[in-house]
């Protein structure tokens, strides 16, 4: 069965990634188990010195329960068989680690869709993702709400308006 690993950090663009992911499973009759993958930064020599290892790493671990909770509500409810993962480090170079540590043959990650220079000048975690993974990796971008209005008649845009 294949495995997908599914980048989870609690924001509207991950659970974009996951009901892609459902979605393949459910219309193309894909077979697969999901991992969704979650990655902290790591911990500050301050935060280790004030607080202690073992606080910043209950804390860290429970942060990453918290964010991770919508997207295993989504896939619980689908019915499919997944796992979770989280980690430490650099987002993109420890998820694809991650997907090769887990045996993932393919990964799914949620995207603002700047692309250009936009999204060059503020980093894009799912860019540095496609040119280090070892496997295929699908981008999922994120639908802008002008976007979907764009399809509006301009009488209904101005119905709303009013």
């Known amino acids: 069965m294949l495995r997908i690993l599914v980048a989870v950090d609690g924001s509207e663009l991950a659970l974009d990634a996951v009901r892609h992911a459902l979605m393949l499973m459910r219309r193309g009759g894909l077979q697969a188990t999901l991992v969704l993958g979650h990655v902290q930064e790591e911990a500050t020599l301050l935060e280790l010195a004030t607080r202690g290892a073992d606080m910043v790493a209950t804390a860290s671990v429970e942060a990453a329960n918290d964010l991770m909770a919508s997207a295993i509500a989504l896939v619980d409810a689908a019915g499919v ?40 000048l503020l980093g894009s975690v799912s860019q540095a993702l496609v040119h280090q993974a070892t496997m295929p990796v699908t981008v999922v971008k994120h639908a802008d709400p002008l976007e979907i209005d764009e399809g509006e008649d301009e009488d209904d845009a101005e119905d709303t308006a009013s």
Request: aromatic share 2%; net charge negative; hydrophobic share 40%.
């Open 81 to 120: 068989p997944y796992e979770t993962e989280i980690a430490l480090g650099s987002v993109a170079a420890t998820l694809s680690d991650m997907a090769e540590r887990c045996g993932c043959d393919a990964m799914i990650i949620g995207a603002r869709g700047l692309g250009g220079l936009r999204g060059a």
